[in-house]
């Protein structure tokens, strides 16, 4: 079993939908969620970073954290054409830089 | 600011070839990370350095891979001989430790196929 398991996609919704993004993982050594964006052919840019359990927002954007349950999500309201992309969680263990990232999902809005 | 920069973008090569790609890290980052993307096992961490010292190579998959640090400004990943399975597309990553966000800057990548 991998320590982050992601759904790979695709996903394809219409534009303005609401999408939900998940992972979940086996190692409760992990503190440090974050959720990386991929454009074709491009590296992973930092989305949204999160500590322990909870929400937070960020625009259209809303990570949360399940640490009892070992899943974290990722929500995008009123998606775009322009948030088509790859979408790949990744978290870490306190006192490391040892990131583990999903496989990714692949999104794409339809216009 | 220039961001991670790597070298060659594109390398196509004949098995049992030398390879080397090159990362140039955000000038002040003192931390180095080297990454293969592959469709089947996604982003995987091959090795990162710190001030300029290997912490962690337990990524590396072989011998055949090796990776070095020679100063803050400039690393290698060295795969030798190469072979088809180690196509994939390779990211360089730096970051400070100074930053609390969690945050990597990676390299456009250096997409790799070996015949």
């Known amino acids: 079993q991998k320590e982050v398991e992601q759904d790979p996609g695709p996903l394809s919704v219409p534009e303005g939908a609401i999408v939900s993004l998940n992972c979940t993982y086996s190692?409760?050594?992990?503190?440090?969620f974050m959720w990386y964006r991929q454009y074709s052919r491009k590296g992973p840019e930092l989305l949204m970073y999160?500590?322990?359990?909870g929400n937070k927002e960020d625009g259209r954007f809303t990570a949360q954290v399940d640490k009892s349950s070992k899943y974290i999500s990722l929500f995008i309201r009123d998606s775009q054409p322009s948030d088509s992309a790859t979408y790949l969680c990744a978290m870490s263990a306190g006192g490391t830089y040892k990131y583990i990232f999903g496989t990714g999902t692949r999104l794409k809005v339809l216009a | 600011d220039a961001g991670v920069i790597q070298s060659p973008r594109h390398e196509v090569t004949e098995m049992g070839q030398e390879v080397t790609l090159r990362c140039k890290p955000i000038?002040?980052?003192?931390?180095l990370f080297w990454y293969r993307q592959t469709m089947m096992r996604g982003l995987e961490l091959l090795i990162y350095f710190n001030n300029n010292v290997p912490i962690d190579d337990s990524g590396m998959p072989e011998d055949r891979f090796s990776a070095k640090m020679p100063n803050a400004s400039f690393s290698t990943l060295k795969i030798q001989p190469s072979e088809p399975r180690d196509s994939a597309v390779y990211f360089c990553?730096?970051?400070?430790?100074?930053?609390?966000?969690?945050?990597?800057?990676f390299g456009e990548g250096s997409r790799l196929t070996v015949l």
């Open positions: 000038s002040g980052h003192d931390y």
């Open positions: 990553a730096s970051r400070t430790s100074g930053a609390n966000t969690g945050e990597l800057f």
């Open positions: 999160t500590y322990s359990s």
């Open positions: 190692n409760s050594a992990f503190q440090y």
